[in-house]
């Protein structure tokens, strides 16, 4: 559920501002793009937070791509899979015994 929220704030953040690195008084959320792109949000209380939210989805799909050249970067993608997996397996598991 966090992750569709998490890609709905995503798709919202790209129709609903302007590309590129805005001001320094600018208060919102915007999307950058240096080498990869991702969601930076300034100006509000919380920030930090909504941009770790809409960045998690690009977290996802880039750490294991970068995670044969860093070992932050697999123990970073070792921690966001690790969730999404553990429920797929008990889901089937369930399955089985219901069947």
Do not use: H
Not at 27 to 41: H, I, K, T
């Amino acid at each position: 559920m966090v992750l569709v929220i998490a890609v709905v704030l995503g798709i919202t953040i790209v129709l609903a501002t302007e590309y590129g690195l805005q001001g320094e008084d600018y208060s919102g959320c915007y999307v950058y793009d240096a080498m990869l792109v991702g969601f930076e949000c300034t100006g509000f209380p919380g920030a930090s937070v909504v941009s770790l939210l809409a960045n998690l989805p690009l977290l996802m799909l880039f750490s294991p791509l970068f995670m044969m050249f860093n070992l932050k970067s697999a123990l970073v993608a070792v921690s966001l899979w690790a969730f999404p997996i553990m429920f797929v397996v008990s889901s089937n598991k369930v399955k089985k015994l219901n069947a």
